[in-house]
């Protein structure tokens, strides 16, 4: 039996472990958060590496992209580096693959139409693939990196504005203390559902990372459709109270749990026989095409909803 354990830097409130079968293998998959200590996650790491098949690193990215550049976060460096044995990923090889997959997935099948579609991306820099995809497919975009990172509410409407912006600040931001850009611990927890009202108002689809996402989530998102990742029964409540119509994970429902693309790229990462450094888009794909993986697509309220009641 193979053993995939997120280590995360967020809440231990989101802890999960689940048995499934991949491909013929079977699967313990774990998520284990340390409160937002980094130095725990560290020692975490370090007391499972070679027991573990592979680690994802949960609650940090390792990196952040802008069109064709990468830059690496300094606070991740450690977490990665902890790891001698077992392999870790952040995530990414999925942002760039399974994310894209999944726009074109609802799309191509009728489930959302996305074009002209005004699409409030809570940060760009973390779902590149996603983001490119929405564009490519002609949404009207929101990118929501200087709100929802910097506190700072000056919202971009062009990838090419990001790009260029991100290369003057983005070699900056990497290098600050994650937990100002990011929630961490016990800052999971909280909502100022007030502050960016306006922003999630004006949005037909939000979509990115669900911590981001639900930072400052208002109380009314009647009639919205959320694409994110990393939900639990508590996150779909939570959703469907505050008049979500539609909801999409990227990952697929696990026992009422969607895990974030960290644990799902570690497990393909594990099913591959290859290191990290080694996975290249298209090994990332032939895994998905042989898995099946599907998009969880679940209609929290609406006429939808009340039919598949």
Known sequence: MKRVVSVSIGSSTRNNRVET??????????????DGDMKKAIELIKELDGKVDAFGMGGIDLYLYAGERRYVIKDAVPLK?????????????????????VIKYIHDNNIVDIKGKKVLIVSAMDRFGMTQTFHEYGADLTLGDMIFALGVPIPLHSLKLLYGLAAIIAPIIVKMPFEMLYPTGDKQLSIDSRKY??????????????????????????????????????DVKMLKDRGVKLLITTTPNLNGRSFGTNVMEAVLVSLSGKSPSEMKPDDYNILLDRIGFEPRVEYLNGEKASIEK
Request: charged share 35%; proline share 3%; aromatic share 8%.
């Open 21 to 34: 079968e991949i491909l013929g293998e079977k699967f313990i998959i774990e998520r284990i958060g340390t």
């Open 81 to 101: 580096n902890a790891a001698k044995i077992s392999p870790i990923v952040d995530g990414s090889g999925l942002k760039n693959t399974l994310e894209r997959r």
């Open 197 to 234: 009202e306006k922003f999630y108002k004006e949005a037909d689809i939000i979509a990115g990372d669900y911590l981001f996402v639900k930072k400052y989530m208002p109380d009314d998102l009647k009639d919205k459709i959320i694409v994110t990742n990393t939900v639990t029964k508590d």
